[in-house]
């Protein structure tokens, strides 16, 4: 109980630093897209895994521009166990990284942080086995923050700027808000937020699912 | 998309019906439970899954008075794939039914309605494997409401009564707001929230973590 009231504590004033208040004339609806565990892999990481100079081919494009499904899937193992057929996005990256669930991450018995795409400094541990050999990486497993992608002109629109936190209510059979959002802007993103599949779970929420920022509800402001 | 516009007005309408506005001052802390997936089993399923005259045993006590986990488990199976080692709840109830996780349905392949416990009629079929036979029903499966326990005098001093629904903010690493929870008020219960799986994956919450009725803050308030 302690480490987690210590937690508790660390959470709270982050969130009070963070937390965006927006103005409740604001509330446009942002759709939601649901992510699977699926791994970005580098260069190099590519050929270990499925053999040298093999190149990914893409099975379809995903929302955001550029971005794509590859035909491509390989096995990430941890010391209780491993998920089979785990997608592979493409391009390729600078670093090779992994976004799985909570879920997913108790049946391999590792405890992965939570991290914003990219920050994988001081991630957890695991291994890839590809079809032709395998790699064991000492960070780069995550799970994935909840977040939204938007464009500056969305971001002008929400009155929410690059690196804010916002509370996101999704309403259905099983409503739910998601606290601690993060904003995402570029003039490559298109609008969109990202969950992945435990939100997804709890919440009954299928892609295409309109989520809608909570106006001038920071959580900040509720007091404990 | 059609659909799912559908059952968002619906939920809409039921919210505004259902949701309680507790007041401001009233925010003392509910304990949450995490409650994994379970069969309750009717004293002719026991027989026939496990023998004729067999009794469960009790492995421990759960935290509302007279419910204990047994030390006997099965199997749930559903078109797609099934569930090992799923616990038996005891003692026996009337009727034979069993709570999963949006997760664990997925993965067997049926889409079991969300209820509170109890409500059967009209819940999804399934199967029920045990050491000394098998068990198809044709309801009985469902994906359990967020509810909370509580006594006549915790209701009084929450401002809530039987049958209400709020919503409870639950902060640590990944704060969520649950809504639509059920309020369920009997002097044979000991105040707490139940929560599944996947609610506690979504939002990273062990059994302990506190939870908070929302105070002022309907669903039904916040327009779309």
Chains 1, 2 share one sequence.
Do not use: C
Not at 25 to 41: D, N
């Amino acid at each position: 109980m302690e480490r987690q009231q210590i937690e508790q504590i660390v959470a709270d004033v982050l969130m009070e630093l963070k937390e965006t208040t927006v103005p409740a004339s604001q509330h446009s609806m942002i759709p939601v897209s649901v992510s699977a565990r699926h791994v970005h892999l580098s260069p190099q990481h590519i050929e270990a895994l499925f053999g040298k100079e093999y190149e990914l081919t893409k099975q379809m494009d995903l929302s955001q521009p550029g971005q794509f499904a590859s035909n491509e899937t390989i096995i990430i193992a941890g010391p209780k166990g491993s998920l089979q057929h785990v997608r592979v996005y493409g391009p390729s990256r600078r670093s090779t990284q992994a976004e799985i669930s909570r879920t997913d991450a108790i049946k391999i018995g590792i405890r992965p942080p939570i991290r914003q795409s990219g920050d994988i400094a001081g991630s957890a541990p695991f291994t890839l086995i590809g079809p032709a050999g395998s790699v064991s990486l000492t960070e780069g497993l995550q799970i994935a923050q909840a977040h939204i992608h938007m464009s500056p002109r969305d971001a002008q629109n929400f009155g929410v700027t690059n690196g804010d936190f916002v509370s996101v209510e999704i309403r259905g059979e099983r409503p739910l808000t998601i606290h601690q959002v993060l904003i995402r802007v570029s003039d490559r993103f298109r609008l969109e937020m990202h969950i992945d599949t435990d939100e997804a779970n709890a919440g009954f929420i299928r892609s295409g699912a309109p989520g809608r920022i909570v106006p001038g509800q920071a959580v900040d402001r509720l007091r404990w």
